[in-house]
């Protein structure tokens, strides 16, 4: 059975920093694109970050650019979210993301249905 299991989430203070660590289970995911989305209260799902599936290329949504960097580890099928700068529209459940599908455009980071394995998320809390 293929898990995904991201851990990290917790109530921090607005500018204070997280890292979200997902981890993979009963499959690797080494070259294969993974990213993190997140989804606040009455909101939609949104992009976050993704990696290529060495790490080279990253991608950010414009409103964590500079303060989120995403990395992954395939040595040990994980991959990070470091978050510094927090600020309280950050605060939501963080799910962490995998595709094994073949992607033709760099377009298809940003889109949850790209995505074919999730995991169960991570509350971050963002107090002002």
């Known amino acids: 059975q293929v898990q995904l299991v991201e851990s990290g989430g917790r109530l921090v203070q607005a500018g204070g920093s997280l890292r979200l660590s997902c981890t993979a289970s009963?499959?690797?995911?080494?070259?294969?694109?993974m990213g993190w989305f997140r989804q606040a209260p009455g909101k939609e799902r949104e992009f976050v970050a993704a990696?290529?599936?060495?790490?080279?290329?990253?991608y950010y949504a414009d409103s964590v650019k500079g303060r989120f960097t995403v990395s992954r580890d395939n040595g040990k099928n994980a991959v990070y979210l470091q978050m510094n700068a927090l600020k309280p529209e950050d605060a939501a459940v963080y799910f962490c993301?995998?595709?094994?599908?073949?992607?033709?455009?760099?377009?298809?980071?940003?889109?949850?249905?790209?995505?074919?394995?999730w995991g169960q998320g991570t509350q971050v809390t963002v107090s002002s």
């Open positions: 993301a995998a595709s094994t599908d073949p992607w033709y455009s760099s377009s298809y980071y940003y889109y949850d249905t790209s995505y074919n394995y």
């Open positions: 009963g499959r690797t995911f080494n070259g294969d694109a």
């Open positions: 990696t290529s599936g060495t790490g080279a290329k990253t």
